[in-house]
């Protein structure tokens, strides 16, 4: 595996998609505990990989470290940006932070929205951050609301939608920028069966379905089996995972 394809254009083979992300040897510590021991992952455009293990194995933190909120010890995390190839590593804090915000999109189980905000303006933010303008990001936000089936909802502050409706809101804040990458941590994890399973219909469609990748943590064997992968880690490594 090598994350040299990423710097060409051309994917691996025919049935081949676009490498996209890649992790090599991704090894994180906290004090005396290793939470990743060498993780090795390439992500391709349109692919959704689902992330499983117990509790405790490092899934999160090998989301993380794929999304650049954390620095692994060692090894590398390499993207291919609008701009060329990066690795996260190499970036100061505020060009990975740039990174973030225009490739990646981040759906967690809490959602992370701005409670006092309305569900429009926790969706037009991140276009916000990045100096777009105000009438623009809110009419952007207001259309992804709308394919999400939240229309009339525009308004609502966070708390007085349901978990569900919440979700949604989220799915449509990490759509804002069009981002590559979705990342998703248990993004279904507080629903009912049946509205986690919508909830999953909106997030496929707005990433793989539109050539996007979708990276997710999940405990549900019922969301992973949806995905077009499945990795699962065990004490900080991959376990069963085809090696691509
Ligand atoms: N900030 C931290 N400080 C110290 N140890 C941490 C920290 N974050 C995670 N760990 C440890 O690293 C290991 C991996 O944690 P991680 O959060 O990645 O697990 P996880 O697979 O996401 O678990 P869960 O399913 O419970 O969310 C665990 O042993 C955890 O205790
Ligand atoms: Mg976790």
Redesign the pocket.
């Known amino acids: 595996m090598s994350c040299d394809t990423l710097s060409s254009t051309a994917p691996d083979g025919p049935d081949q998609k676009e490498p996209r992300l890649c992790a090599r040897g991704v090894r994180v510590r906290?004090?005396g505990?290793v939470?990743?021991e060498g993780v090795d992952l390439i992500v391709r455009d349109g692919e959704s990989v689902a992330i499983m293990?117990?509790?405790?194995?490092?899934?999160?933190?090998?989301l993380h470290s794929m999304a650049g909120i954390i620095s692994p010890d060692e090894g590398t995390v390499t993207l291919r940006t609008r701009e060329g190839v990066r690795e996260l590593g190499g970036l100061s804090d505020a060009a990975r932070s740039a990174v973030r915000l225009r490739e990646y999109g981040f759906v967690f189980q809490q959602g992370m929205l701005i409670p006092e905000l309305t569900a429009a303006e926790n969706v037009a933010m991140p276009l916000l951050l990045a100096g777009g303008r105000k009438s623009v990001a809110i009419a952007r936000a207001d259309l992804l609301l709308r394919e999400l089936g939240l229309a009339g909802l525009e308004g609502r502050r966070i708390g007085q939608l349901s978990g569900g409706q919440a979700q949604r809101v989220a799915i449509a804040r990490a759509r804002a920028t069009d981002a590559h990458v979705v990342f998703a941590?248990?993004p279904t994890g507080a629903l009912d069966s049946r509205t986690a399973s919508e909830v999953l219909d909106v997030l496929l469609a707005g990433t793989t379905a539109q050539g996007r990748a979708l990276v997710m943590?999940t405990?549900d064997e019922d969301v992973a089996s949806r995905c077009s992968r499945v990795v699962r880690?065990k004490d900080?490594r991959i376990v069963d995972s085809p090696t691509r």
Do not use: F, R
Not at 53 to 62: D, N
């Open positions: 906290y004090g505990t939470a990743l293990g117990p509790s405790g194995s490092g899934k999160s933190t090998l941590d248990e943590v405990h880690l900080g």
